[in-house]
């Protein structure tokens, strides 16, 4: 169990670049989250994954956002002309299986500035 | 829809001290709680749940939570901190009937000063 891994851990980019992140889930866990946590803020969440399936989005994901997880593994997160309102940490979560009650487990987070 | 309010954004102590870290919440439906607890260049990690049962439940470093369903409150306690409990604490919400979907309190920063 080597934890749930996010690349990159820090990415400055300039106002209207793409931006794309990647998170590796531990690896027998078909649910993965995305949250993002603003400064001085709890984690808020974004998105989620049943294997390759996208079951839920919030209203916070605009539709510059877009996630996916092509084979139920790794996801990608792509935040297309981005905005300094993009500015945070952008936090990667995966449980071995569905249900309120199971432990989340997180990463270390993409920190994001738009510059 | 759920809401949770930690009261305390930072709370100082001193190493020995005792500490409780107070968390509210908001919900029509019924909900699971936790506490996760992010240390300093790490991600958040789960220090402790109630899901059903007693309402007190225990962390293995010594914390403590009381989930109190009239007061809708889900309070963290520890007796006596160490310096190694510096960290941010963050309570979350769950509800029953749905997926793993956590709503989040803002943190509170705890900074245990020797």
């Known amino acids: 169990d080597t934890g749930v891994s996010q690349d990159p851990r820090h990415k400055i980019t300039k106002r209207g670049q793409n931006v794309t992140f990647r998170c590796d889930p531990i690896s027998e866990h078909n649910r993965l989250y995305w949250y993002r946590q603003t400064l001085g803020q709890g984690p808020e969440f974004l998105t989620y994954f049943q294997n390759e399936a996208q079951l839920e989005k919030s209203r916070l994901l605009s539709d510059r956002f877009s996630a996916e997880r092509p084979k139920g593994s790794f996801s990608t997160l792509e935040i297309q002309r981005t905005e300094q309102g993009d500015s945070a940490m952008y936090l990667c979560?995966?449980?071995?299986?569905?249900?309120?009650?199971?432990?989340?487990?997180f990463g270390q987070g993409t920190r994001l500035t738009v510059v | 829809a759920q809401s949770v309010t930690q009261l305390d954004s930072q709370v100082p102590v001193f190493e020995e001290a005792p500490v409780e870290l107070r968390c509210n919440y908001s919900?029509?439906?019924?909900?699971?709680l936790f506490w996760y607890v992010q240390y300093p260049n790490q991600g958040l990690q789960l220090l402790l749940k109630y899901l059903s049962g007693s309402t007190l439940v225990e962390s293995i470093n010594g914390f403590e939570a009381e989930f109190n369903k009239s007061q809708t409150s889900f309070h963290l306690r520890k007796p006596s901190v160490h310096i190694s409990d510096t960290a941010e604490y963050f309570c979350a919400v769950n509800p029953q009937a749905a997926g793993n979907k956590l709503t989040f309190g803002g943190g509170t920063r705890v900074l245990v000063k020797p």
């Open positions: 919900s029509s439906v019924s909900v699971y």
């Open positions: 979560a995966s449980s071995r299986r569905a249900g309120s009650n199971t432990e989340a487990f």
